[in-house]
């Protein structure tokens, strides 16, 4: 049973959705529109007290730096925003990137990936690895944490497996809260207690019609990392909504990545929706994954060889 402050946020979201404030992912997809309720609703969120912002660039992509008073210097965080792989920058991270930053004391970096359907696959991944070889360069021996939303999530998972099949230092830790990790139809969202009013299995499916139309590609562990061989990849923590559209991806990606010896920490949450780990400090849910997320990045750094 979810919280009190969970279901007034979940009440909020609706009313905000049937005012055009806030986005939703279903069979009528409009990038343009989303992008300015997203923009919008961004805009609205508080940043972190005693946290400062740094434009910059990491492998040639427009990022900021989310920079918390007496910041650690023990590991950097990648934040890689949601957003359905269509809608978000980095300045629309402030929100999150900021409270990322002062829960764990250390520097946050996010990015502005190019966005389908514009750009579409590879262009997200392509970023974001360049991204994160970037901050190996950057910031060479110390641990790096990838941690995303949604499409964000997504594209975490495809970076690290993307590191550890070119030979890089695979992150200390990937932290993916609830991923699509299947773009071609082999996972059934449209499930038996299935309550998602953000994202439906429409929405999933314009959404891949948007990234990667290709038939082919959609099979391929980059697009889909239901395919990948998780094998050699790094401890991860996965945090998702039992009746969201996309739990049976959070399922699966925890059942696979165990499968190849992989540490994995899953905990899911029972009446919340989507993303709602971003959330932060407003629910006793949200709160709590936020907590899991700090404790587990101070567990797992360490220096990387």
């Known amino acids: 049973?979810?919280?009190?402050?969970?279901?007034?946020?979940?009440?909020?979201?609706?009313?905000?959705?049937?005012?055009?404030?806030?986005?939703?992912?279903?069979?009528?997809?409009?990038?343009?529109?989303?992008?300015?309720?997203?923009?919008?609703?961004?805009?609205?969120?508080?940043?972190?007290?005693?946290?400062?912002?740094?434009?910059?660039?990491?492998?040639?992509?427009?990022?900021?730096?989310?920079?918390?008073?007496?910041?650690?210097?023990?590991?950097?965080?990648?934040?890689?925003?949601?957003?359905?792989?269509?809608?978000?920058?980095?300045?629309?991270?402030?929100?999150?990137?900021?409270?990322?930053?002062?829960?764990?004391?250390?520097?946050?970096?996010?990015?502005?990936?190019?966005?389908?359907?514009?750009?579409?696959?590879?262009?997200?991944?392509?970023?974001?690895?360049?991204?994160?070889?970037?901050?190996?360069?950057?910031?060479?021996?110390?641990?790096?944490?990838?941690?995303?939303?949604?499409?964000?999530?997504?594209?975490?998972?495809?970076?690290?497996?993307?590191?550890?099949?070119?030979g890089l230092a695979i992150p200390a830790g990937i932290i993916p809260y609830s991923p699509p990790i299947d773009f071609s139809g082999a996972i059934d969202r449209d499930f038996p207690g299935n309550k998602d009013f953000t994202v439906s299995p429409n929405g999933l499916n314009s959404l891949t019609d948007l990234y990667c139309r290709d038939p082919e590609l959609v099979r391929t562990p980059y697009v889909s990392p239901y395919y990948a061989d998780y094998a050699g990849m790094p401890p991860m923590l996965l945090a998702w909504d039992q009746s969201e559209s996309l739990a049976p991806d959070s399922e699966c990606l925890r059942d696979k990545a165990r499968a190849a010896g992989v540490e994995v920490q899953a905990k899911s949450y029972p009446d919340c929706f989507h993303a709602f780990a971003t959330g932060g400090r407003g629910t006793p849910e949200s709160l709590e994954v936020l907590r899991d997320t700090a404790a587990f990045i101070h567990r797992h750094a360490r220096p990387q060889t």
């Open 1 to 166: 049973m979810a919280s009190a402050q969970m279901e007034a946020s979940k009440k909020m979201m609706r009313e905000m959705m049937a005012r055009g404030l806030a986005p939703r992912f279903d069979g009528c997809i409009d990038p343009d529109r989303l992008r300015a309720v997203v923009q919008s609703a961004q805009e609205r969120m508080p940043s972190e007290p005693g946290v400062s912002f740094r434009p910059c660039e990491l492998g040639g992509i427009e990022a900021e730096q989310s920079l918390p008073d007496n910041a650690g210097d023990s590991a950097v965080i990648l934040y890689i925003h949601g957003g359905g792989l269509i809608c978000g920058n980095a300045r629309t991270s402030r929100g999150y990137a900021s409270l990322l930053a002062g829960e764990t004391g250390l520097p946050v970096y996010s990015i502005s990936y190019r966005l389908a359907p514009e750009h579409p696959y590879p262009a997200a991944l392509d970023d974001c690895f360049a991204a994160y070889r970037a901050l190996l360069e950057l910031h060479p021996g110390l641990p790096i944490f990838l941690i995303g939303e949604s499409g964000g999530a997504y594209l975490s998972i495809v970076t690290a497996l993307r590191a550890r099949d070119e």
